[in-house]
Nanobody
Framework: QVQLVESGGGLVQTGGSLRLSCTAS????????MAWFRQAAGKEREFLVS????????SYTDSEKGRFTISRDNTKNTVYLQIDNLNADDTAIYYC????????????????WGQGTQVTVSP
């Protein structure tokens, strides 16, 4: 069973950028499609983007196309989320998730989850 650990969150100013990482252990990342979600305080968990096992196909939620970029390095067992031009609405806990199939969304479809990393955007 794969374990996922997110990192790279923190406090950033409006307009700044962050690159989040999600590293897998206990299994080969190349066996899984990956996704990033986020959950702001008092809100439901929100799908952001997913990537297939090879990294050749991605699916973004319409609202975040352009500012979010997912990528993966299977040799490092790591998937990344680059977030540019951050604003206060991006303040949330960011989670990575893994599944043996590819999904464009679908919180309940993803089989494995990390603990999350906090991103806080200051004015």
């Amino acid at each position: 069973q794969v374990q996922l650990v997110e990192s790279g969150g923190g406090l950033v100013q409006t307009g700044g950028s962050l690159r989040l990482s999600c590293t897998a252990s206990g299994g080969a990342l190349s066996d899984y499609s990956m996704a990033w979600f986020r959950q702001a305080a008092g809100k439901e968990r929100e799908f952001l983007v997913s990537i297939n096992r090879s990294g050749g196909y991605t699916s973004y939620t319409d609202s975040e196309k352009g500012r979010f970029t997912i990528s993966r390095d299977n040799t490092k067992n790591t998937v990344y989320l680059q977030i540019d031009n951050l604003n206060a609405d991006d303040t949330a806990i960011y989670y990575c998730a893994a599944a043996t199939s590819f999904y464009s969304g679908g919180h309940g479809s993803w089989q494995f989850w990390g603990q999350g990393t906090q991103v806080t955007v200051s004015p």
